[in-house]
């Protein structure tokens, strides 16, 4: 599976972006795809994921309310919409593919995925 992300870019404090996250491969046997986030100097944390049915999603506590994730099956594609971004948003975002079609709970840890993007910058200036 390959992921290609995009949609980073610089945007203020309150402002929205829209990350998408395209796959290809073998993308029929995906059980779900996630969004995670690094900081400079700081460690990559969980920010959503959803199941590739889009039955369920789970989001940190840090972007919900502000935050969501959906999918377009046709277009093999994840999106997270990103509103009332604040300057603690700033990280390089990468999607990731969960490829374990048995599994019962959507992964909100990066070992749980497969497959990652190479990543996209958000920058949240204030």
């Known amino acids: 599976v390959q992921l290609q992300a995009s949609g980073g870019g610089l945007v203020q404090a309150g402002g929205s972006l829209r990350l998408s996250c395209a796959a290809s491969g073998r993308t029929f046997s995906m059980y779900g795809m996630g969004w995670f986030r690094q900081a400079p100097g700081k460690e990559r944390e969980f920010v959503a994921a959803i199941r590739w049915s889009g039955d369920s999603t789970d989001y940190a506590d840090s972007v919900k309310g502000r935050f969501t994730i959906s999918g377009d099956n046709a277009k093999n594609t994840v999106y997270l919409q990103m509103n009332s971004l604040k300057p603690e948003d700033t990280a390089v975002y990468y999607c990731?593919?969960?490829?374990?079609?048995?599994?019962?709970?959507?992964?909100?840890?990066?070992?749980?995925?497969?497959?990652w993007g190479q990543g996209t910058l958000v920058t949240v200036s204030s």
């Open positions: 990731a593919a969960d490829l374990k079609p048995w599994r019962l709970r959507i992964g909100v840890h990066g070992h749980e995925y497969d497959y």
